[in-house]
């Protein structure tokens, strides 16, 4: 089996644990008005053209997004970095897009690091159908599980998809005694008024038994912006600005107070 990939990330610090490799697997069934990962959605190889520039030239390249790989071919890549990754407690994690869309290439994928002895970590939107999650339940070690607004009227109109199906996985998850890492981005205008960080606070806070490991507040960036229009995709987000640094400091400082272990960034 062989699962699609757009881009593979060496000694990553952000997507989880330790020093990783990352995976990005092509394909998500949301469509998130600031995604940063655009080349991430369609689950299909892409032909995209990129305006590169050297001094007052400027060149067009010709570029082939998504690759076809195998578990091996993922498992030799993160054997080339397993000294940093043991020394520094890492491990291997399958972002995306949305990793759940290839259900059969992930869950083999993880089941062969597992038996690697290798920390395994699935960055996920959440959306997907219960029986995936069963699948790779059993060889996922952290989710990094996002969040991103509780109403589900607001996040059909942002992202394309309710939250039912999120949230319900997400209380199954933890029911099941999996370690989390809650991420929810902050993005202005949909989710970073006092009403709805209240509601999400609260949300968080209320499972204090559980095993959430951490929140991460990821400030809204326009880091994607430019790679719309490569992939004929509108960006609904050009007049939105980033959220300060004081109003991060401000919004940690208001999860944390409610005793959530909270932190800006991944
Ligand atoms: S879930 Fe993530 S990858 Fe998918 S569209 Fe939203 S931000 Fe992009």
Known sequence: MKGLIFNIKRYAIHDGPGIRVTYFMKGCPLECRWCHNPEGIRREIQEVERVDRIGNKQFTVKETVGKYY??????????????????????????????????????????????????T???????????????????????????????????????????????????????????????????????????????????????PGANINR?????????????????KLEYKMQDIDQPSTGKMKEMKGFFAGSGVNVKIGG
Do not use: W
Request: hydrophobic fraction near 40%.
């Open 70 to 119: 195998t578990s091996e071919e993922l498992l030799d890549i993160a054997m080339k970095d397993m000294v940093f990754i043991e020394e520094s407690g890492g491990g291997v994690t399958f972002s995306g897009g949305e990793p759940l869309m290839q259900e059969g290439f992930l869950s083999e994928s993880l089941k062969m690091f597992n038996l690697y002895g290798i920390h």
């Open 121 to 207: 970590v699935v960055d996920t939107s959440g959306y997907a159908s219960r029986s995936t999650i069963d699948l790779i339940l059993p060889f996922t070690d952290l989710f990094l599980f996002d969040i991103k607004h509780l109403d589900p009227e607001m996040h059909k109109e942002y992202t394309g998809v309710s939250n039912e199906k999120i949230l319900d996985n997400y209380n199954y998850i933890l029911g099941k005694g999996k370690q989390v890492i809650i991420r929810i981005p902050v993005i202005p205008g949909f989710n970073d008024d006092i009403k709805q960080m209240t509601a999400l606070r609260d949300f968080v806070a209320s499972q």
């Open 215 to 231: 929140v991460d507040l990821l400030p809204y960036h326009r880091i994607g912006s430019s790679k719309y229009r490569r992939f």
